[in-house]
């Protein structure tokens, strides 16, 4: 038996192709981890600007009646927020092109964060301090849940879409129909629906499933948790909270 002179040649072609196969998943990688840094920097950064707005209210009587009492403020922060939000519907560049996508994102954040601030408001102090404690401990929770587990979550979208359409229609329907406990039924399911939607929105992000977010998406996918988190947060404050 004679050894065959290619063999060295043939296990350094393998080598190398394995090294580049190597440093391409190690670049990948990196880009990932960078995009997911951002993500959660951008997500700090609304959280702070809705923090600062909810304060605000508790502390200033004058802006809690205005935005108690404004019906003007109102129609505006709600047609400003459900229209930042189907921008990327009609208009999907509008999140890639900077400085734009930050400036859309600053004021979808302050849109929302004073609808956000009219319902805080009304709950006392301890009741918000508790719901909050409450909402981090849940969403820390779900977030390393999302990151450990090897269910995937990303092939639910179409189920948590139609689920989303079947609660809009309930809390319009909860409009007109006041049974208390119809309401308490609604918010926890809303709870549920939001804790799922957490996990789906974070594994769209780590890209661990069949389905991610591209890393152009960064503000898209910033918008997509910190509203799962602020919906969680209203909803436990529902449950838990009491009214002053």
């Known amino acids: 038996m004679y050894a065959d002179a290619n063999e060295p040649l043939l296990k350094d072609e393998e080598d190398k192709e394995m090294s580049d196969f190597d440093l391409e998943l190690s670049i990948k990688g990196k880009i990932r981890e960078g995009f997911i840094s951002k993500v959660y920097g951008i997500i700090a950064y609304q959280l702070v600007i809705t923090s600062i707005v909810i304060c605000f209210s508790l502390e200033s009587p004058w802006f809690k009646n205005l935005l108690l009492k404004s019906f003007g403020l109102f129609i505006t922060n709600v047609f400003l927020t459900f229209f930042l939000v189907l921008l990327p519907l009609c208009c999907p560049q509008a999140y890639s092109i900077v400085p734009l996508n930050y400036i859309i994102l600053t004021v979808f954040t302050l849109s929302y964060s004073c609808l956000i601030a009219m319902e805080v408001c009304m709950y006392s102090v301890s009741s918000i301090m508790v719901a909050l404690f409450l909402t981090f401990v849940t969403v820390i929770s779900l977030t390393i849940y999302a990151w450990k587990s090897e269910k995937d979550f990303t092939i639910c979208g179409g189920t948590l879409f139609v689920s989303l359409i079947l609660l809009i229609f309930s809390s319009l329907i909860l409009i007109f129909i006041r049974i208390p406990l119809l309401y308490i039924i609604y918010t926890y399911i809303s709870l549920i629906i939001f804790c ?49």
Not at 210 to 233: G, Q, S
Request: glycine share 6%.
């Open 196 to 244: 799922i939607y957490l996990i789906y929105d974070t594994q769209l992000l780590i890209g661990s499933g069949r389905f991610k977010f591209n890393e152009d998406d960064y503000i898209l996918a910033a918008i997509n948790i910190y509203l799962d988190i602020i919906i969680i947060f209203l909803k436990i404050l529902a449950i838990f909270g009491k009214k002053e």
